[in-house]
Nanobody, 122 residues
Framework: VQLQASGGGSVQAGGSLRLSCAASGRTFTEYAMGWFRQAPGKEREFVATISWGGSTIHYADSVKGRFTISRDNAKNTVYLQMNSLKPEDTAVYYC????????????????WGQGTQVTVSS
């Protein structure tokens, strides 16, 4: 699976961005999808994951109530709607694909996309 993330940018605190990740190469609906992020000087951390059919979703506590993950299987795309952004959300965001949300939650998934930079200024 090839993953192409887009939609990053610079916003002020309180603003919104929507990230997209387009998948190609294998059957998209075989895979759970997810988002991770890595801030400067910090380890990569889990953000959100969604099952192939969208019935199972998990979020990191730090983004619950502000971020929403969704997918459009007809477009082979997963989204991350980010609202009420904070400076601490500044990071490179990566999408991921795995055979089940548990693999993404444990970081044992199969594929990474390239990152997209999100910068939130105060």
């Amino acid at each position: 699976v090839q993953l192409q993330a887009s939609g990053g940018g610079s916003v002020q605190a309180g603003g919104s961005l929507r990230l997209s990740c387009a998948a190609s190469g294998r059957t998209f609906t075989e895979y759970a999808m997810g988002w991770f992020r890595q801030a400067p000087g910090k380890e990569r951390e889990f953000v959100a994951t969604i099952s192939w059919g969208g019935s199972t979703i998990h979020y990191a506590d730090s983004v619950k109530g502000r971020f929403t993950i969704s997918r459009d299987n007809a477009k082979n795309t997963v989204y991350l709607q980010m609202n009420s952004l904070k400076p601490e959300d500044t990071a490179v965001y990566y999408c991921a694909a795995g055979l089940g949300t548990s693999r993404i939650l444990t970081g044992t998934h199969d594929y990474w996309g390239q990152g997209t930079q999100v910068t939130v200024s105060s």
